[in-house]
Nanobody
Framework: VQLQASGGGLVQAGGSLRLSCAASGRTFSSTHGGWFRQVPGKEREFVAA????????YYADSVKGRFTISRDFAKNTVYLEMNSLTPEDTAVYYC?????????????????WGKGTQVTVSS
């Protein structure tokens, strides 16, 4: 499975962006999907995850109520809708996939990583 993240950009505080993570390979439909972010000099952190069926989601407290993760099985894509963005959301965002839910949430030996997409929120 290969993952390709897109949709990043520059947005003003309070604005919105939608990130997309397009996957190649049929096995992604049986893989949990997630989004993570990293700021230079800091560790990569968990943002949101969605289970392989698309029926269960989990969010970091810092984004709960503002971000929504979803997936489109027909397009083999996982999305991250980000609203009410703040400068603290500025980071490189990465999508990932793993067959084990716990491994995805804890970034433990994650099966698949996509290249990052930069999100910059100006004040």
């Amino acid at each position: 499975v290969q993952l390709q993240a897109s949709g990043g950009g520059l947005v003003q505080a309070g604005g919105s962006l939608r990130l997309s993570c397009a996957a190649s390979g049929r096995t992604f439909s049986s893989t949990h999907g997630g989004w993570f972010r990293q700021v230079p000099g800091k560790e990569r952190e968990f943002v949101a995850a969605i289970n392989y069926r698309g029926g269960g989601t989990y969010y970091a407290d810092s984004v709960k109520g503002r971000f929504t993760i979803s997936r489109d099985f027909a397009k083999n894509t996982v999305y991250l809708e980000m609203n009410s963005l703040t400068p603290e959301d500025t980071a490189v965002y990465y999508c990932a996939g793993d067959r084990v839910w716990g491994q995805l949430l804890t970034m433990t030996a994650v099966d698949y990583w996509g290249k990052g997409t930069q999100v910059t929120v100006s004040s």
